[in-house]
């Protein structure tokens, strides 16, 4: 009687611990589930030197519910560094040269899980900051769908794309979308403009 009760005891022990086994995967794996359907697919990446393309950014993310990333570098502009009247200033040195890559800080973790890429800037001699083409030349950004953004004294877009698309050929690119004073109604109607 008493090895059957052994028996019995070790038995339901076994069952029971399997159980709880089995039910802490299952809970696993169902939180790794919740965690990818909450994962953003749409990431909105933004250079800005004085703020004014930041705030664009925050307001585009909302529009467009996406994770949102500073680019930050290495070794931040000054407003000395910004004068565009003078023309050894580091800002105007970087953008006479089109092949300088001033350093980011900081990096996307997790790029392979974001679809659509919008990368902000404002406009620096009619054109991209070469920092932008340092951070799109970080990542493998073939097949995602690129939307340039950018805020301005009031230039276009200029010969932003001629810079930018050969630093990843193989992206999806979109025309340049101006955000330059633009509210949130005004965001809506040009993301659902982007072809
Ligand atoms: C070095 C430098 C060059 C600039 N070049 C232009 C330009 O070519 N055309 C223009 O409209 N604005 C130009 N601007 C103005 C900025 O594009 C504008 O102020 C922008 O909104 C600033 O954005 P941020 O605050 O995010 O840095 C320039 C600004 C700087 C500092």
Same mark, same amino acid.
């Given at each position: 009687?008493?090895?059957?009760?052994?028996?019995?005891?070790?038995?339901?022990?076994?069952?029971?611990?399997?159980?709880?086994?089995? &039910?802490?995967?299952?809970?696993?794996?169902?939180? #790794?589930?919740?965690?990818?359907? $909450? *994962?953003?697919?749409?990431?909105?990446? !933004?250079?800005?030197?004085?703020?004014?393309?930041?705030?664009?950014?925050?307001?585009?993310?909302?529009?467009?519910?996406?994770?949102?990333?500073?680019?930050?570098?290495?070794?931040?502009?000054?407003?000395?560094?910004?004068?565009?009247?003078?023309?050894?200033?580091? &800002?105007?040195?970087?953008?006479?040269?089109?092949? #300088?890559?001033?350093?980011?800080? $900081? *990096?996307?973790?997790?790029?392979?899980? !974001?679809?659509?890429?919008?990368?902000?800037?404002?406009?620096?001699?009619?054109?991209?900051?070469?920092?932008?083409?340092?951070?799109?030349?970080?990542?493998?950004?073939?097949?995602?769908?690129?939307?340039?953004?950018?805020?301005?004294?009031?230039?276009?877009?200029?010969?932003?794309?001629?810079?930018?698309?050969?630093?990843?050929?193989?992206?999806?690119?979109?025309?340049?979308?101006?955000?330059?004073?633009?509210?949130?109604?005004?965001?809506?109607?040009?993301?659902?403009?982007?072809?």
């Amino acid at each position: 009687m008493k090895r059957f009760s052994f028996f019995l005891f070790t038995t339901v022990a076994i069952f029971l611990c399997a159980c709880s086994g089995n &039910s802490a995967q299952q809970g696993s794996a169902q939180q #790794s589930n919740s965690d990818n359907m $909450n *994962k953003k697919t749409t990431l909105v990446a !933004y250079f800005s030197a004085t703020g004014t393309t930041k705030a664009a950014a925050e307001k585009l993310a909302e529009v467009v519910d996406a994770d949102i990333h500073e680019i930050q570098p290495e070794q931040p502009y000054t407003d000395a560094d910004l004068d565009w009247h003078n023309d050894k200033s580091r &800002s105007s040195m970087e953008m006479k040269d089109k092949s #300088s890559r001033p350093a980011i800080k $900081n *990096k996307v973790e997790n790029m392979d899980q !974001y679809t659509t890429v919008y990368i902000g800037y404002p406009i620096w001699w009619y054109i991209a900051p070469t920092i932008v083409n340092t951070f799109v030349e970080q990542y493998n950004l073939e097949g995602k769908t690129v939307i340039p953004f950018f805020t301005s004294g009031g230039s276009g877009a200029g010969e932003t794309m001629k810079y930018l698309k050969p630093s990843a050929p193989n992206a999806n690119w979109k025309d340049p979308i101006n955000l330059t004073g633009k509210n949130i109604d005004d965001i809506k109607v040009l993301v659902d403009s982007i072809k």
